[in-house]
Structure formats: structure tokens, C-alpha cells
């Protein structure tokens, strides 16, 4: 058994643990295998291990990167957007984590609307007010869900956060908290289903699922430390 394989049994079975604690299916959450910065072999060997869903957080990456892997995995767009990638980006995923914008919201209903899409999207939320991150603020995005549900194109499933970087896993459980809350009110406030919480990474994903995360981003519990890039030396 390779490391990569080992290591998604292990992230698995925490995944199973942490949903019996909160008395869920883990059936309910789906494993995000982040990739990025990793290379087309290691996802192969996730693949033969199992995994068919995979993120990636650059379009660039994923356009050199997607091509080589098997057409029947599914991938998942995690990183913020750049507005000029949004068409290629459409093109590479099933799902964007991260609309952390009305005027992202609008750029890709044009885009999709030209292609002939309907994206499915999640929104992203800022839910500590981070100066450092994109998303919205909870306030922001009860004022913009009006508009945001006018773009005829966009299939909204649900919300996305980044909470603040912490030394222990608990501490984002707050976070994890006050997103699920938002939810539940943006659905009764708005008649809506938003049925997806992408909440939890390596550090703190138990914690998410127990929070109620329907989908996990989960890169260096799998693949292991990220590899740098050609200019980040």
C-alpha cells in the first residue's frame, strides 16, 4: 500500500469517526482529495486507491494537470477566481467553492450563459471579517442573496469558509457554527435549499463534520506537505 493510499484510509476513517460522534452518515460527506501543487501521478495514486474527487485552487495548474488524469474523475474548483479564468474554469469543474463575490456571481452567469451552462456553485463566506481572505461577510450576503439568486445560470448549493488559521483544531469550531447558522436562516429567510457546507480541511475537518460539513477539503493529510512552485523558491 503506497503512503497516499494509507493516508486516505486514515483521513476515511476519521471521516466515518467523526460523523458516528455527531450521529451522521458518513455517506453525507464527501472527501475533496486537494491536489494541488501535486503531481498527476500522485492522483493516480489516490485513483487506484479509490478517489474520484479531487480540488484544484490555480486554472492554470488544473489545465495542464486534469488533461493527463482519467476523464471520469470529478474535480472541484476550491481557490479564489480570477475573473479572466472563469470560462476555463467552467470548462475543467463540476462544482466552484468559491464565489466569494456578487460581481464573481454575475462574471460566471455570463460566461455560462455564452456556454450554455448552469455551474453549480457554493458561496464563500469571510465569516472571522479576515482582511487577508476573499468571501462574503455574513451581513453582505443576506443583502446580496436577492441579486445573487436572480442569475438564472448559477445553481447555488450551499456555502464555503476558510476559517482563521489556529493552533488547535477546536478553535474553528465556532466558525463551522455561525456558517451552519447562516445557512439554516438564509434558507428560511429566502424559501431556499442549500443543501452543501464545504467546511473542514487537514487541520480541522473532523471538527466540520461534526458542524455538519456535507463536503471536506482535504489535501495534506493525503498527499503530504504542499510542493513549492516555480516562483514561490
Given at each position: ?25 458518513a ?87 455564452e ?37 438564472p445560470?448559477?445553481?447555488?448549493e450551499?456555502l ?18 455561525q ?8 434558507e428560511?429567510?429566502?424559501?431556499m ?24 477539503r ?16
Amino acid at each position: 500500500m503506497s503512503s497516499i493510499a494509507g493516508n486516505l484510509e486514515r483521513v476515511r476513517q476519521q471521516i466515518v469517526s467523526a460523523a458516528a460522534k455527531s450521529g451522521r452518515s458518513a455517506d453525507a460527506v464527501e472527501l475533496v482529495a486537494i491536489s494541488k501543487t501535486h503531481s498527476a501521478e500522485s492522483v493516480r495514486e489516490a485513483v487506484e486507491a479509490g478517489q474520484i474527487l479531487f480540488g484544484e485552487s490555480r486554472v492554470q495548474e488544473a489545465r495542464a494537470k486534469i488533461p493527463e488524469l482519467s476523464s471520469n474523475l470529478r474535480w472541484h474548483f476550491v481557490g479564489h477566481l480570477q475573473k479572466n479564468k472563469v470560462r476555463h474554469a467552467l470548462s475543467l469543474f463540476e462544482m466552484i467553492h468559491s464565489v466569494d463575490s456578487l460581481e464573481l456571481a454575475q462574471d460566471i452567469n455570463r460566461v455560462a450563459d455564452e456556454e450554455g451552462l448552469h455551474p453549480r456553485v457554493l458561496l464563500e463566506v469571510n465569516v472571522a471579517g479576515e482582511g487577508s481572505k476573499f468571501g462574503f461577510g455574513p451581513d453582505d450576503l443576506r443583502q446580496q442573496m436577492e441579486p445573487l439568486l436572480k442569475l438564472p445560470r448559477l445553481s447555488i448549493e450551499g456555502l464555503m469558509c476558510i476559517p482563521p488559521l489556529a493552533v488547535e483544531s477546536e478553535e474553528s469550531r465556532k466558525f463551522f457554527v455561525q456558517v451552519r447558522e447562516l445557512r439554516d436562516s438564509l434558507e428560511k429567510e429566502f424559501n431556499m435549499k442549500l443543501p452543501q457546507l464545504s467546511m473542514g480541511m487537514t487541520q480541522d475537518f473532523p471538527i466540520g463534520i461534526e458542524e455538519g460539513a456535507t463536503l471536506v477539503r482535504v489535501g495534506t493529510a493525503i498527499f503530504g506537505e504542499r510542493r513549492a512552485r516555480k516562483g514561490d523558491l
